[in-house]
DNA sequence: TCAACTTTGTGCAAGCGTTCACAAGCGGTA
DNA sequence: TACCGCTTGTGAACGCTTGCACAAAGTTGA
């Protein structure tokens, strides 16, 4: 079973655990035109990739304000990152940018977008309408970024056919159909803990291979199918974590009388 | 500017980006019995972190089935990850296990709990009750999970007053009073992106020091501030990625008229 | 054309995080 | 008590990520 990333790994988390655990072997491929675009994006870091997707937000906001040049410098600060990490970051999709200048915008969305796979459509499927299922369905933000709401799932027989969000919600069990008619390439599971390593099992053989899970549980699946999970308890967790730490290292300073200059509780 | 972490950086989080950007200069402290405690938590890696609360997730299921003791194989399988990487992580919070008979459940429970300051109460504040806010108003899992959400906040004057989730909603503009008299220390920003940063704004100075994000913008804060952040968009970006990288890899693989043999991209 | 200046792209070293592998330690058994 | 089998805890090696620092490469202006 194929171990599944998400948040801080943080993350997290990914953000956070980033072994590609083993999508396949590797065939020594030696085809010459596509070969140098796959290699390379097969040697792109999990965490690069993470950051070209909030770099590529960023610049579309610059696209949107007219800018078509950006240094890294300028990127690195809207993005939140060191420009150095930036530039190598940039740097595994190509060298698109120009010395003494810098990139331009317009160039580098397309490169990003490209490396990414967004020239694809990639349809979603949200299963478990409920609270969740709701907001998710509604979300302007999916269709608006090249990723369609194309179907809704639940289990619950008074929820089927009701519209959500333009989409009627279709019952579980025509999942398998649904998805093969729609082309759905992810699934996102928004049911409650119990009923998702079912669903995540019907997703599988429904051909999902993507899938983005809300559920507070660790899936199971098969080598080939990528998995992400969004757990807002656990991100809370460690926010609490750093509360805990930071009022453990305050009341250290108090019991040593020491007051260590340059540590700000609360300025 | 602290920068922020969340996903996979995952990734997952990473996550995903993960240097403790200098909240604090590292103050030597040498206070006799809670220094150890406090150098420890310290020096705990944050992706351990991140799975410190997937542990005590799965562990306070067992405890609910009744599972007095575990061994590090049977926990990290259902925790999803290596045996080893989960033993070290155990070993950052102490030695508490048996040699040749495991981990005592509850005995594990209560370590991790304290790691990350799961003793303490702390209360959550939600500001944007639109779809998803509703959504976060209403979800038990915080409460359940030691985040009772204590206040709610919108700037539309129709949703004043009117309760989400048994909580009625506040205005924006009474945020300081309230963060204060309710102990706020974690603020949810459910917001349009538009108004992410001044939302933000406006919670650091009520005092919050921990906000999680569920707008597309990179925030900028103080270094005592932790910002974490939950990209849906950035999240379905890293699938799209592999889905291409997959297709990519077949496509050469068509082309060579290889089939490398193992790889199975639908089975 | 040339020099001064700006910014990219990257080799390299340091720092983290993961994984391996095994000694140390514990419970059970004869 | 002495032995055996099992599981923890961790030193050490490895690999990924970050950040520095600078040569290379471009622009601008004279
Ligand atoms: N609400 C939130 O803000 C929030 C936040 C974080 C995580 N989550 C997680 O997301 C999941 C959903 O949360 P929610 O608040 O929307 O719950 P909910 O109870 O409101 O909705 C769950 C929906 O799933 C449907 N469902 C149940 N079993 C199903 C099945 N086998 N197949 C298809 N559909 C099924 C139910 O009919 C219901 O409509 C939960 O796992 C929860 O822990 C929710
Ligand atoms: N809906 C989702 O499933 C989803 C998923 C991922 C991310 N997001 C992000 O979460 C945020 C909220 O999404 P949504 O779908 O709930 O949007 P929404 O428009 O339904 O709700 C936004 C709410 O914020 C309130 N608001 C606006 N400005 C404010 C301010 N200055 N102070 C306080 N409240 C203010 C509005 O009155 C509204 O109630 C957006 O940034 C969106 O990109 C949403």
Redesign the interface.
Known sequence: ?A????????????????SPAG???Q?T???EA??D??ER??A?P??A???L??Y???LSGMVEQGVTTISSEELAG????NSAKLRKDLSYIGSYGTRGVGYDVEVLVSHIER????T?K?S?AVVGIG??G???A??G??PS???PVAALFDIDPDLTGVPVGGIPVDHIDDITTVCAEREV??GVIATPPQAAQAVCDRLVSA?V??I?NFA?V???V?D?V?V?K????????????????????A???V??G?G????????
Chains 1, 2 share one sequence.
Not at 115 to 118: C, E, K, P, T
Not at 230 to 249: G, P, W
């Open positions: 079973m171990a599944q990333r998400g948040e801080g790994d943080g993350v997290v988390t990914r953000p956070q655990g980033t999508t396949s072997p065939g491929t030696n085809s596509p070969a675009v796959r994006a097969r792109i999990e965490a990739v993470a950051r997707a909030v590529l937000r960023v809207a993005a939140g990152v490396i990414l796979g967004l694809r990639h979603v609270n969740l709701h907001a998710l509604n979300y933000g999916f970024r090249g990723f390439s992810i051909g291979q993507c983005l507070p660790v899936l199971q098969p080939y990528e992400r969004v757990d807002l308890a656990v991100e809370m967790q460690i926010l609490s974590f750093h509360v805990a730490r930071r009022a453990d290292e009341a250290g300073d019991v040593n020491i260590v200059d340059g540590v700000v509780i609360r300025p």
